[in-house]
């Protein structure tokens, strides 16, 4: 069944069949069934889904996470398992939102995206979601997904444009006009190239739409 589910998302590429794929494993697991024993992915699927249900990932459940990855040796089909886990919908959403959390607090601590292990762990396994059509399609499981440009040009950009929204606030309330940040010509490349990138772009726009906070909206959309 799982190998059913695997084919239907790599013929149409609909997400969802990742959510059925992670529903699958849980319900056996309510279930207490043997046929858990069997998945390998068991654990993580369960580790993971108590962080979607809260739409966190909190510091132990991402230890949780990476105990299990490092179990995975390099060419491991067992990733595309995983891979199809972290693609599901609700668990790239959770990912996101501890993202945009962890960077609000960088900010608050004068820190950089790069000072925080943390945060590059969980675009680790947001990449690692965000490739599960290419684990599916070429069977190479090598290389690090994350790449080093989301950390250390593309965050800090995106931290920038929180820093001006937060600042805008400050100005309104105090009724002093404030400047429309711009953000560099790079930024709309990083959207394009970086799928991580975009997926926290969007997260950070429903947030900033919580806010009413439409004119940064209008800055952040490509």
Known sequence: LCQFLRTLFLRTHISHYCTLRADLVMLLHEQDNEITDSDRCHKFAWCLDACIRISSIDEKKLRELYTFLDTIEGGDEVLEDVSM???????????????????????????????????????????????SLTYLDTKSYTGDPL????????????????????????????????PIYTPSSHFTRYLSTFPAAMQITCVCLLHLIEKKDIRTVLVLLP
């Open 85 to 131: 886990l972290l693609h599901d919908p609700f668990a790239r959403h959770a990912i996101c939102q501890t993202v945009i959390h962890t960077i609000n607090k960088l900010i608050s601590d004068n820190k950089l995206p790069r000072e925080s292990q943390q945060l590059e762990n969980l675009i680790r396994l947001l990449s690692i979601g965000l490739k």
């Open 147 to 178: 790449d080093s440009e989301v950390i250390v040009k593309f965050l800090p950009e995106l931290m920038s444009i929180i820093v001006e929204s937060q600042l805008k606030n400050v100005h309104n309330k105090l009724k002093l006009d404030h």
